[in-house]
DNA sequence: TTGTAAGCGTTATCAT
DNA sequence: ATGATAACGCTTACAA
């Protein structure tokens, strides 16, 4: 196979030439037009022509004809947590299927606004938006997709959090507690805002309360899901059962837990949101709310490369369900 | 401030139309050159027009006029191990700071070697690599920098694995132990084969011979290390002590011993590698050998980007360090 | 069926 | 100091 590392690019024209035929012929042939109306002999010379000089299109010439990069962006709000690497994941593989590539953005450093309008510049395809925060601070733009949050300028696609939150809250239900605690960010993000108030609201339903001082603010980080852990447990009463808004967070309970001597799930239940690959690597492994990260960042890839979507798109929300697993049993009695 | 959200692109033209110059003028202002030796009333002109268009240059079209693309790839071969998530993040950080953005390529589904075909295709400024394996399988080509294998063909940079190994031989002897296994993959990358032999030479430097049998392999995953130290938990007699060839294999190993009743550090003491911050997370917090990933992603694209490297580069190793926590500690007596 | 010509937005090389 | 002009590699009319 005759490849060329590091040679002088080899061009339509030098196919060309030593096809025989005229340069636009060769885009005619090898460009994605099967089309196009070439004679078969013609056709025939120009790809012999094209694999003996190991001829690679040129995506970024090819780019500028067209007005696009093929290629999409991923903008993150912190590459430290599991779940946007698994939507980046997701979104990875069907654009390297689809001949597209990942232009990947933490959003810790530059703010995703910042972000878009360097993508913009390079005339991206598209941008998957895993958002940190509700409000429009993004300049709209007609091609992005935003991960878990609906939105009125851009089209979305979701999980079903307000099931998380159910599940999560009829599962405690079920194996008996009443006692029964949150912690989570005090975020205004459909992911969080949504799953919070239907677990509230399936156990107000069920006539169980939730205290107020047994609901506590950490933001998705396992360290603060410890601290806030930490300091519920310091609380005279504790609840006998906790949801996390996320795995990281229950994670870092797990952590507080073991800190102050309280052992779970026996003393205290626990149930995380996500199913991060982590919630099996800790003891005992995570009894979690699995969501499909991976399905998220592919179909958000999905609907920027096909690129058939308006405004007002919205996949119908993707199922999610309960993993039971270690961290979560029936209250002491 | 004007912006141009996905209206017709303001190109050069349209801000030297409005500043009454020609456009290549325009190109003298706003380009990377301020040695231009251009009026300071037209410099002023132009920037104002382009300031008031909203004019943002097109990536692409520079892109095509100087044969590169302002963008780095980076190639890793797991996405789900958060060392190399590290790496592209110390990589990503650098890249953004210097404009340049970051193509994501998970050599899960398709091989390095295709990924890096794409990539040369839109003119990639240059390429991190962390190889899966060793052996020249790469189409060479003079833009590669390879995290952690030196290489005749490109340049690498590289962590000082073997004081990795030392390191850990080190603080088992110090400890006490003398019955002592490794869990690792059966890889030739300098990255396992080093620290491993550097790893069973010092012990023997020390008198300690590595059992054979106490010898075990896993692939660099979890799941892999759980289940190899599930086989070495099940041996007649079992060693006191393990060092594990990454922080992923290590936490396999916790869980091995969690399942078969074996308690760590006091029945087990285990070390890790790599550092991730996953190892803070679990139940004790692991002992390991912390290897600076980010800064060798960062050190990798400055490399590229900055483009002063020869095939021979090689950055110093980066040092390494033991960060003791709670998995290692004295044999039973 | 195929070749000619124009253009994508930018930078670079010249004259002027 | 600035303005024509060409070129990067490709696609897409349109003409032959």
């Given amino acids: 196979v005759p490849r060329n590392p590091s040679g002088p690019a080899v061009t339509v024209h030098d196919v060309a030439r030593r096809a025989g035929v005229s340069q636009p012929t060769v885009s005619l042939v090898l460009g994605g037009h099967p089309t196009a109306r070439v004679a078969p002999a013609t056709r025939e010379r120009v790809r012999k022509a094209a694999e003996e000089l190991g001829y690679r299109p040129n995506v970024v010439a090819r780019g500028l004809q067209q007005r696009r990069s093929f290629a999409l962006g991923v903008i993150v709000p912190d590459l430290g947590n599991p779940f946007s690497i698994d939507v980046i994941s997701g979104a990875e593989r ?72 159910r599940l999560a809250a009829r599962h405690l239900l079920r194996l008996g507690h009443t006692a029964i605690g949150f912690v989570g960010p005090a975020s205004d993000l459909f992911r969080y805002r949504d799953m919070e108030r239907a677990f509230v609201r399936t156990l107000k339903e069920a006539g169980v309360d939730l205290r107020s001082d047994w609901l506590r603010r950490a933001a998705p980080s396992a360290q603060a899901g410890e601290r806030a852990t930490r300091a519920l447990l310091e609380l005279r009463e504790r609840p006998t059962a906790l949801l996390c808004a996320n795995d990281l967070i229950a994670i870092g309970a797990l952590k507080a837990c073991a800190a102050k001597g309280v052992s779970v799930p026996s003393d205290l239940s626990i149930i995380g949101c996500d199913d991060i690959e982590l919630a099996r690597l800790v003891q005992p492994e995570l009894t979690t709310i699995a ?43």
């Fill in 94 to 165: 069907v654009a390297a299927q689809e001949g597209h590539a990942v232009l990947l953005c933490d959003a810790r450093e530059r703010t995703a606004a910042d972000h878009l309008d360097a993508l913009q510049s390079r005339w991206i395809d598209g941008v998957i938006v895993e958002p940190a925060a509700s409000g429009n601070t993004l300049p709209l733009s007609h091609n992005v997709v935003l991960i878990n949050e609906p939105s009125a300028d851009s089209p979305a696609v979701l999980a079903d959090m307000e099931g998380a939150g």
């Fill in 291 to 333: 969501v499909p990260a991976r399905e998220l960042g592919a179909r958000a890839a999905r609907i920027l490369i096909r690129g058939q979507y308006t405004k007002h798109t919205r996949v119908q929300p993707l199922p999610v369900h309960l993993v039971e697993r270690g961290t979560a049993g029936a209250p002491r009695s």
